[in-house]
């Protein structure tokens, strides 16, 4: 069974970057399987799909947050990251990466999940 752990800060600074890793157990990132996404669920708000990186390491992003999103990865970990540059407080939420079922050259929902982690952006 594939397990998703998130790690980083619970606090950022308004117009810092955001770091987040996802540690993945089970199974490899690079399995032509799976893709691997962020989510992040603000307070009392929805989920909201930030990205997602394929297991050849290309990236799909909300268009939403492009522009100051990146996601990457490091294979000899089996970890992929998230990146959020220039955050602001509408950033704080909890944060979740999850693992996709790729179907042909699209993928489905999210099937698992980390537990989350909650981050704040506050001065």
């Known amino acids: 069974q594939v397990q998703l752990q998130e790690s980083g800060p619970g606090l950022v600074k308004p117009s810092q970057t955001l770091s987040l890793t996802c540690t993945v157990s089970?199974?490899?990132?690079?399995?032509?399987?799976?893709?691997w996404s962020w989510i992040r669920q603000p307070p009392g708000k929805g989920l909201e799909w930030m990205g997602v990186?394929?297991?050849?390491?290309?990236?799909y992003y909300s268009p939403s947050l492009k522009s100051h999103t990146s996601i990457s990865r490091d294979t000899s970990k089996n970890q992929f990251s998230l990146q959020l540059s220039s955050v602001t407080p509408e950033d704080t939420a909890t944060y979740y990466c999850?693992?996709?079922?790729?179907?042909?050259?699209?993928?489905?929902?999210?099937?698992?999940w980390g537990q989350g982690t909650q981050v704040t952006v506050s001065s």
């Open positions: 999850a693992l996709l079922f790729v179907y042909g050259s699209t993928w489905g929902p999210p099937v698992d």
């Open positions: 990186i394929a297991y050849d390491g290309s990236t």
């Open positions: 089970g199974d490899s990132i690079t399995s032509s399987y799976y893709a």
